[in-house]
C-alpha cells in the first residue's frame, strides 16, 4: 500500500526541487511557478517497502502572463494514482 509520494518538479533543464509528500491524498498543487515556463515532472510512490523508482517525466508550460484575463495558470496540479 502507498504511503505517500515523492514529487520532483523544476523548469526543463535545471536542477528540480522535492518535496515528500507523506500523505495518501492523490493530489498536490505546486504553485508560484514563473509564467511561461516548461516545467518537468515526476513522481514516485513510498510504501514500506521502500522507494520506487521516478517516473516518466512529464512536461508542462505556465500561462504566458499577457495571455491571462481572467485567471492564469501558474501553478501545477497532480493527480497522483497508485
Known amino acids: 500500500m502507498i504511503t505517500g509520494y515523492t514529487i520532483r518538479y523544476g523548469p526543463v533543464n535545471t536542477s528540480p526541487t522535492t518535496i515528500d509528500h507523506a500523505s495518501t491524498d492523490r493530489s498536490r498543487v505546486i504553485s508560484g511557478l514563473t509564467p511561461f515556463t516548461n516545467y518537468s515532472v ?3 510512490g513510498v510504501n514500506s517497502a521502500g522507494l520506487s523508482g ?3 517525466e512529464a512536461v508542462m508550460r505556465t500561462d504566458e502572463e499577457s495571455e491571462c484575463i481572467n485567471y492564469c495558470v501558474n501553478h501545477i496540479i497532480l493527480l497522483l494514482n497508485p
Open 42 to 44: 515526476s513522481v514516485r
Open 54 to 56: 521516478f517516473s516518466a
